[in-house]
């Protein structure tokens, strides 16, 4: 049942293969959150070290509880690892949401928006969602610019932690039929 579920979470796109996370990412994991400039507006720290990272990820159970998590972005014509990107559910609060984390050199390309598109119809066409949420920082244009490329709607500023961040939905679109 468990490779099941991971198995499901995996996505494809025209440039990018996405996969769940394992043990053995964790150096990537690592090596990304060290970019300070990943990390600025993510509220996130650095893992303590690698076996950190590879601990976190070996524990990480979206997949089999939820059938979602963050995925391993993973740039077809070269093999080479992006970043990761992906829906997470958040019990607490009974919402899922949308995140991506990639390596600065990566930025700019369009693969957040390629990875989001396809983490935004899995949840809404295969899960069956209502309603998806992002979140980001108030200077955080870039992924400001994703949340509007992706067609999210502006919900409201709020404050958390002294900081100001903004927060956007997508709603499950439902065929109203020609007479709505």
Not at 10 to 35: I, K, S, V
Not at 64 to 88: A, P, S
Not at 111 to 133: C, M, N, P, Q, V
Not at 136 to 161: C, H, Q, W
Request: proline residues 2%.
């Amino acid at each position: 049942m468990k490779e099941i579920a991971r198995k499901q979470c995996e996505l494809m796109t025209e440039r990018l293969t996405m996969r769940p996370f394992c043990a053995d990412d964790g150096a990537m994991m690592y090596a990304l959150n060290e970019d300070p400039e990943v990390l600025q507006y993510t509220g996130d720290v650095q893992f303590a070290d690698v076996a950190a990272a590879s601990a976190f990820l070996r524990d990480y159970d979206q997949y089999e509880k939820y059938g979602v998590g963050r995925l391993v972005v993973v740039l077809k014509e070269t093999g080479e690892t992006l970043g990761w990107n992906g829906l997470k559910y958040h019990p607490a609060a009974e919402e899922y949401d949308i995140g991506y984390r990639f390596f600065k050199r990566h930025w700019g390309k369009g693969y957040a928006t390629e990875s989001a598109t396809a983490a935004l119809e899995y949840g809404f066409d295969l899960l069956k969602l209502d309603r998806i949420i992002g979140r980001a920082r108030v200077e955080n244009t870039t992924s400001i610019n994703v949340f509007n490329k992706l067609g999210m709607r502006f919900v409201e500023p709020y404050t958390e932690d002294g900081k100001h961040w903004v927060l956007y939905e997508a709603v499950r679109e439902i065929g109203l039929g020609k007479n709505g």
